[in-house]
């Protein structure tokens, strides 16, 4: 059985084990819920808040006290609604957009006031930076705030008044900034719609289900996605990047909790207009807000993303060239132009797979003192101000803004700004924990789906090479297979130099990213989170080689040998970083992170 033990005693000698205290049967290991609770546990995260912070957050009560409206702008007349995954539990903004006579736009979007509650040096500050996000699991979600906080005295609930800053913009018919402010007010959100709802009241989607109380604001709905088209228009010719990567949908039996499947989570068309709906009012807050602490000069905390690995691009120009595309990779230096190259691979068959590949090319975001500039979403000036609820850093900028709105005396002194550079690394670090937690997570639950499959045959694609093998993804269910190299058939293969392919030495049998394969599930470890599997005769495009190429590669790689193991295991992890485990909020299913952009 799994336990926990606190060690009291290490040996002085090899031959002697350590003494401890026996603190928790967990349970057998490879059940889904010891599995995840080991997981939560070797991360040192905990699911409970301390008591200080819980008692704080209750202590706030349930309603808002009229003497905290003081100093604030009434906006509760405006008919804001907040829009949200059906199953949502905590709903950070609230949106209107109104279009004038002369078709300029007015949008203001609503975001809840956390910094009002959450104050410096308090234990519930000490407890959101210490998480620093919320983290989505298939089966629950763990909160960055206390839930008095997170779904209720800060959640804009509809027909109740709740604290906000509210960002409003003034745009022109082409969606032009003209004029924007912060606001510090409070709202009174009028109803709670949802993706689908809204996705239907607009007739993008003629799938259920029917939401009369979104149908109820159908025109200004279309209204906000009018505004939200152009938007998005505007952002896609300065170069923002749009890859289309599969998410994973892990589908739990609703009595015992146990996984049963892992699909491929693909959303409606129409049902993905009513998430850009949103995703453009809240970039275009990111943005107003950013480039008004810009021009206060106030310390804060940035979103920075660095411009992609130049390595990588050539890897990813080699295979361009494989499948026929022309791609420089100088070129990626350029948002522009890499979006408008990405924009050619729309119809291209092998898109998911390039989009993948350029993904790995790309550096991950983080969080900074300095304003770098968002490379993905080609902007100069990007910070987190829209989920202060589930990420620490928006709660920072609304701090930092709060205190210029209300006059305060700005902290700009090099001790502040090293306070922010270390909650800034926190963050980043805190992000991708969370990232790695939810990822190894789908991963243990699709491996305890496929443990049932064993001997099973499935038809995927080539999507990763590693130092033990390749990576093949499978659609139905949605996971991904390791096939070692000495189940890829008999012959021994090694890596290329550009780690695209690997070939076989005597055969000159080639099997490159892209390819497909048909394999048959060997095994299944569930404490490495791996399914195994074995290529089958007869599958991919390598049954049917280049003779002369692939001799030639063959012996390049024989003459080389240059894999080493640390690439290898940089290229694992790659790998692995690139398989689905993000989907959007729905029913029983992996719940996980809004786009961190």
Not at 199 to 210: H, I, K, Q, Y
Request: proline share 6%.
């Amino acid at each position: 059985a799994a336990a926990v033990v606190s060690i009291s005693r290490f040996p002085d000698l090899p031959e002697e084990n350590p003494e401890g205290v026996l603190e928790a049967v967990l349970g057998a290991p490879g059940d889904p819920n010891v599995e995840v609770a080991k997981i939560l546990m070797r991360e040192g995260i905990e699911e409970e808040h301390p008591p200080e912070a819980i008692a704080e957050a209750e202590a706030f009560g349930g309603e808002v006290p009229a003497e905290a409206l003081e100093g604030r702008t009434d906006l509760t007349h405006l008919p804001m609604p907040t829009i949200d995954p059906e199953d949502a539990r905590d709903h950070d903004d609230a949106v209107w957009v109104v279009r004038e006579e002369d078709g300029s736009y007015r949008a203001w979007i609503a975001i809840a006031d956390v910094s009002h509650y959450v104050r410096p040096g308090s234990a519930l500050d000490q407890a959101a930076l210490a998480r620093g996000n919320s983290i989505y699991l298939p089966d629950r979600a763990i909160p960055m705030l206390p839930r008095a906080l997170s779904s209720n005295l800060c959640s804009l609930l509809p027909g109740v008044v709740r604290l906000c800053l509210c960002v409003e913009v003034e745009l022109d018919p082409a969606a032009t900034v003209r004029r924007a402010r912060v606001i510090e007010g409070y709202i009174r959100s009028v109803a709670k719609l949802t993706y689908p709802g809204v996705a239907r009241a607009l007739g993008f989607t003629a799938e259920p289900p029917r939401s009369p109380e979104a149908e109820a604001y159908r025109n200004d709905l279309q209204v906000m996605w009018d505004l939200a088209r152009l938007l998005r228009g505007r952002r896609m010719r300065r170069g923002a990047l749009d890859l289309d990567l599969p998410e994973a949908k892990v589908v739990l039996d609703p009595e015992t909790g146990a996984p049963v499947d892992v699909q491929k989570r693909s959303h409606d068309p129409g049902v993905a207009k009513a998430y850009q709906l949103i995703e453009e009012l809240m970039l275009l807050a990111n943005e107003t807000c950013a480039q008004f602490v810009v021009d206060q000069s106030i310390p804060t905390v940035f979103r920075y993303h660095a411009p992609p690995d130049q390595a990588k691009l050539e890897r990813f120009a080699t295979m361009c060239g494989e499948l026929g595309l022309a791609f420089d990779p100088e070129d990626a230096a350029d948002p522009k132009k890499l979006s408008v190259f990405l924009k050619k691979l729309d119809a291209h068959p092998q898109k998911q797979v390039l989009h993948m590949l350029l993904l790995r090319a790309m550096k991950q975001a983080v969080y900074d003192v300095a304003n770098v500039g968002h490379f993905g979403l080609a902007s100069s000036a990007y910070l987190h101000f829209t989920s202060p609820i589930r990420r620490y850093p928006d709660i920072t900028a609304h701090r930092a803004i709060r205190a210029v709105l209300r006059g305060e005396r700005v902290d700009r002194s090099e001790a502040a700004i090293e306070r922010l550079r270390e909650a800034a690394i926190m963050a980043s670090e805190r992000e991708r924990k969370a990232m790695e937690v939810e990822r190894e997570v789908v991963d243990l639950h699709r491996a305890l789906v496929m443990r049932s499959r064993l001997g099973d045959i499935f038809e995927g694609t080539v999507t990763g090479i590693v130092g033990t093998g390749v990576y093949v993804n499978i659609e139905d269910p949605f996971v991904d297979v390791l096939v070692r190299m000495e189940s890829l058939g008999p012959d021994q293969y090694e890596i290329d130099d550009e780690g695209l392919r690997v070939i076989g030495l005597r055969s000159g049998d080639r099997i490159a990213i892209g390819d497909s394969m048909l394999v048959q599930i060997e095994d299944v470890a569930i404490l490495r989170r791996t399914i195994y599997g074995r290529r089958l005769a007869g599958a991919g495009a390598s049954d049917e080689p280049r003779p002369r190429r692939a001799r030639r590669d063959a012996a390049n790689a024989r003459a080389t040998r240059r894999v080493k193991t640390s690439k290898s295991t940089k290229a694992a992890k790659g790998a692995k970083a690139s398989k689905g485990g993000k989907g959007a909020k729905g029913g029983k299913g992996t719940k996980v992170r809004k786009k961190q952009r």
